[in-house]
């Protein structure tokens, strides 16, 4: 079978380069006799990644260890909801699972009444780029990527999955974040194509769904990320600013800015080739997140898989697509042009917003790349540590929730539409940054965005209390209901982070710690085991003012194959302030524990309002009919 999946690659990657070879032709000679031949073509690369696909899916289930792949991912003793994660949790398979996706994608693409509204010639350029794309990945897996490698003699038994991604949460993120940055492909080879042929209708209308989709996998991987990280790692937080933690921001920043000038491209018909930029940079940022993951580049990250040999490769594809996306709108025709209004009208807010959202991903991208950039003065690299992006980020997010206060009331050609409500928006912010300030909150930057997140929650009935129609639109619910998403998680982190109360203790069997008005009792540690794993379970009870608020009962994992011990965070969840626990040490003998005690304030808000950001573009979903 390890012969059968790898030819299955490889006739793949063949039919690829032919068909794509052969779209050029076509291309080249402005002749649409070739099309169906080429749409054929695809279909048929996707079947044979999906045979692929099958065959490793099948090994890691049954736990065949001839697999090298499966023999390093999985043991006798993994569940098998981890076996099945255990497809993307390796660096080949994460690979193949992301082709996986592009081809399926691009077959479903195929059948839409979105890709018969182009025209042939667009369609014929379309495939030029998207099969290229999927040309690339096929060679990465057949040369340097190869996930049927066979082990010989064949092991009893496998290395198993670490530890850390034996998790729920790190069963959904990978693929959720592969879905996004796979889907990605579609809408940027769509852009290209679209101002490479001159096509008339609008690509971002065509591709309106599958931008929604791609950024909503997006949003929810990177969401559930920090879940995972919240709860898996027991630190206490839920972003590090980790490099490859990272990488995934940097295109969610250039899509998000992308969603906003589309707007702007879709009702004044302006910013035609930035939009398309944008687009093409989206997807090669997407593709810099796996460099950053599998090139082995030092950036010092927990998530990265090690080199295996595909820096230069993947380099090479980012160098490449950046100038082929340069040319394309630079050197193509687009027959209209509208200017903007300028930045005191929703147009110019929104702008600005684009810029914000870019420069964000410049700050994050730098820093993150500052070990390797520091090489160029420097013997020893140097990394930037969490301080760095905080203090450059966090405002930079501040002043986009304080433009999205603003932007509801604006006029899409200039001045205010609404007077009433931005001045009712402006009171709530003056009057919330009062109530903080007095209750504590004295730092500016979170006391800015608190006060600006309670102004757009205000911000957003007001909206619907004074325009009527809004009520009657599903786009209207879907849109804000995003930025509502936003402003709890703003909430959510102008508290969380800067006023997080921390301690940690050793608590003899008996013993009490004080945490805020919080009251600990150890009431001792025991151990279980299934064979899979050793378990070690701390028993805390939780009281405020004598009265019981719930028990915790952290523990620390040891697995077969592991020579460390692993933390399982316990929480008493709330909607104000959440107590976390993690347990650093224990002492079997007289039931004395060692533990790290949190309390968090607000902190599910960042979990629900990023839950609503991931659902609520399922309301933007736009059906076309068939031409």
């Not at 649409?32 to 090994?59: D, M, N, Y």
């Not at 495939?127 to 794309?133: G, Y």
């Not at 879940?227 to 490099?243: F, K, N, T």
């Not at 013997?379 to 992006?389: A, C, N, Q, R």
Request: with cysteine.
């Amino acid at each position: 079978m390890h012969l059968a999946a790898y030819i299955g690659l490889l006739f793949s990657l063949l039919a690829t380069l032919a068909t794509a070879g052969y779209a050029v032709y076509c291309a080249l000679k402005d002749s649409e006799t070739g099309l169906p031949l080429v749409e054929k073509g695809q279909v048929v690369s996707a079947f044979l990644v999906a045979f692929a696909s099958v065959i490793l899916f099948g090994a890691l289930v049954s736990r065949d260890y001839s697999f090298l792949y499966v023999f390093e991912n999985v043991d006798n003793t993994l569940p098998l909801l981890y076996r099945i994660t255990a497809f993307w949790a390796g660096r080949t398979g994460s690979l193949l699972l992301w082709l996986l996706i592009m081809a399926v994608g691009g077959g479903i693409f195929l059948v839409t009444p979105g890709y018969q509204e182009l025209r042939p010639r667009t369609r014929m350029v379309f495939w030029v780029f998207f099969l290229s794309i999927e040309a690339f990945f096929l060679l990465l897996l057949t040369c340097w990527s190869n996930p049927f490698i066979q082990a010989v003699p064949t092991p009893v038994n496998g290395l198993g999955l670490n530890p850390l991604l034996q998790n729920l949460g790190m069963a959904f993120h990978p693929p959720l974040l592969f879905v996004g940055y796979g889907l990605f492909a579609i809408p940027a080879a769509v852009a290209l194509a679209a101002m490479l042929a001159s096509e008339p209708r609008s690509w971002v209308k065509i591709c309106r769904n599958w931008n929604l989709i791609a950024w909503a996998t997006l949003t929810a991987g990177i969401i559930l990320g920090g879940w995972w990280s919240y709860m898996e790692l027991g630190w206490g937080g839920y972003w590090a600013w980790d490099p490859v933690e990272n990488a995934s921001l940097i295109p969610w920043f250039c899509s998000t800015a992308f969603l906003h000038t589309s707007v702007i491209e879709s009702k004044r018909g302006a910013l035609q080739r930035s939009n398309v930029f944008l687009m093409a940079m989206t997807f090669l940022l997407c593709i810099f997140a796996t460099y950053l993951v599998r090139s082995g580049v030092d950036v010092q990250s927990l998530h990265t898989f090690g080199e295996g040999g595909e820096a230069l490769p993947l380099t090479l594809f980012m160098l490449v697509g950046l100038g082929l996306a340069i040319l394309v709108t630079q050197l193509s025709d687009r027959p209209e042009y509208r200017a903007l209004s300028g930045f005191a009208s929703r147009q110019g807010l929104l702008v600005i917003v684009c810029w914000l959202m870019v420069a964000l991903g410049l700050v994050v991208g730098m820093g993150t790349m500052w070990p390797v950039i520091s090489k160029l003065w420097a013997s020893v690299p140097v990394g930037l540590d969490p301080t760095f992006y905080n203090r450059v980020c966090l405002p930079l997010l501040t002043l986009t929730m304080l433009l999205f206060c603003i932007c509801p009331w604006m006029d899409w050609k200039e001045g205010v539409r609404n007077l009433v409500g931005l001045s009712a928006t402006g009171g709530v912010f003056l009057g919330a940054a009062a109530v903080f300030y007095f209750q504590g909150v004295t730092d500016p930057l979170p006391l800015i965005a608190a006060s600006a997140a309670v102004a757009g929650l205000v911000s957003l009935v007001l909206l619907f209390v004074l325009v009527p129609t809004l009520r009657r639109s599903r786009h209207s619910w879907g849109s804000y209901a995003i930025h509502l998403g936003l402003t709890l998680m703003v909430l959510a982190v102008a508290f969380s982070g800067p006023y997080k109360t921390e301690m940690e203790a050793r608590l003899d069997k008996g013993g009490t710690m004080q945490i805020g008005d919080y009251t600990l009792f150890n009431r001792g540690v025991s151990e279980t085991s299934d064979g899979a794993v050793k378990v070690f379970v701390a028993d805390l009870a939780v009281m405020v003012e004598g009265e019981p608020v719930g028990v915790m009962n952290p523990e620390r994992r040891w697995y077969p194959n592991s020579k460390n011990s692993f933390a399982e965070v316990s929480v008493i969840p709330s909607l104000g302030d959440e107590i976390y626990s993690t347990l650093l040490g224990y002492d079997l003998n007289d039931g004395s524990v060692t533990v790290k005690i949190s309390v968090n304030p607000l902190i599910n808000w960042l979990w629900i309002g990023g839950t609503l950001m991931s659902l609520a573009p399922l309301l933007l979903l736009r059906r076309r009919n068939r031409v």
